[in-house]
């Protein structure tokens, strides 16, 4: 299962090593990537792609008659190129365009619905803690002072503020670059629906399959980093306690990456977007009956 099949280029390599016994089934959340899923699905029959947040990939295991049975889950987060380069997607502050940022259209909830209702103390603790963004508080004032007046809807107005804030753009690294981030992560819940996935994911997987989950920011790299600790330790007493009184053989996963995956300097030279990637991985392990 690719769980976030974007623009198909993992899915491409994965159905490239397949033979025709496999099957590959990928999400998306986003209704244009999986248009381009179904384009790529003329090719290769044994995909199929669905319409889903990767929230509900116990349900769609289910359906698909593959529950506990899947030998390899992939999620890579965050956002594709095409969302990215896509100006009436609301992603990016070097171009204008609404502010969106919602990777399912079919939701409610955008970016400009976050900066002109959400009370200050709440855009605070969004740019605070989705943005490690050490300017918070005076950006989110800002923001309840000038959106009586003006009402946020576009990119570049929410980019200009952060710029007045910071005095100007200075260095490679936009000044709205995490604040951007932070109300990327707002929209789309993406540290919630990370935490569910993980959860899911593992029961989803068939005995010695694999989950690999691929993050872009230190706050998604944290949660798979303790799930992945959690569930690879074999006493699960709690710390207080003296003594292992829970048969200490607990562990439900073996972690296959010990240090983090980060992307090589060849790789960085082909695909700069690369990075900031980091990738986790582990085996499902029997459990002891
Ligand atoms: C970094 S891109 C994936 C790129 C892809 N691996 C490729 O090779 O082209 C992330 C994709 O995951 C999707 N996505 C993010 N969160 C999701 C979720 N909760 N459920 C399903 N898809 C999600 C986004 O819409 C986006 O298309």
């Not at 605070?124 to 800002?142: N, Q």
């Not at 003006?150 to 670059?177: M, Q």
């Not at 710390?239 to 200490?248: D, I, L, N, Y």
């Amino acid at each position: 299962m690719d769980c976030t099949f974007g623009g198909g280029g993992h899915a491409k390599e994965i159905l490239g090593k397949m033979d025709n016994r496999g099957c590959l089934i990928a999400l998306d959340r986003d209704v244009e990537a999986v248009s381009r899923g179904l384009e790529l699905k003329k090719e290769h029959p044994n995909l199929k792609v669905l319409h889903r947040n990767f929230t509900e990939v116990k349900d769609v295991a289910n359906e698909e008659g593959v529950f506990g049975k899947v030998n390899g889950i992939l999620a890579d987060l965050g956002t594709s190129m095409f969302q990215l380069k896509n100006p009436e997607r609301g992603f990016s502050f070097s171009t204008d365009g609404p502010l969106d940022m919602r990777m399912d259209t079919s939701t409610d909830l955008t970016a400009a619905d976050v900066l002109n209702t959400y009370p200050e103390e709440e855009l605070i603790r969004i740019f605070r803690d989705y943005g490690e963004e050490r300017h918070a508080r005076r950006i989110a004032r800002e923001v309840v002072a000038r959106r009586k007046r003006n009402p946020y809807r576009n990119t570049l107005a929410f980019a200009r503020l952060i710029e007045d804030i910071y005095g100007g753009r200075r260095g490679r690294i936009h000044p709205a670059t995490l604040c951007f981030q932070a109300l990327r992560i707002a929209v789309n819940e993406e540290l919630e629906v990370l935490s569910r996935f993980l959860d899911c994911a593992l029961e989803v997987l068939a005995v010695n399959g694999r989950l690999v989950v691929i993050s872009f920011h230190s706050l998604e790299d944290r949660i798979v980093k303790n799930f992945f600790r959690n569930k690879s330790r074999n006493c699960i007493c709690p710390p207080s306690q003296a003594r292992c009184t829970c048969g200490g053989d607990n562990a439900q996963v073996r972690v296959l990456t010990r240090k983090v995956v980060r992307p090589s300097q060849w790789e960085l030279d082909r695909n700069p977007a690369s990075r900031s990637s980091r990738l986790r991985a582990a085996e499902k392990l029997e459990i002891p009956s």
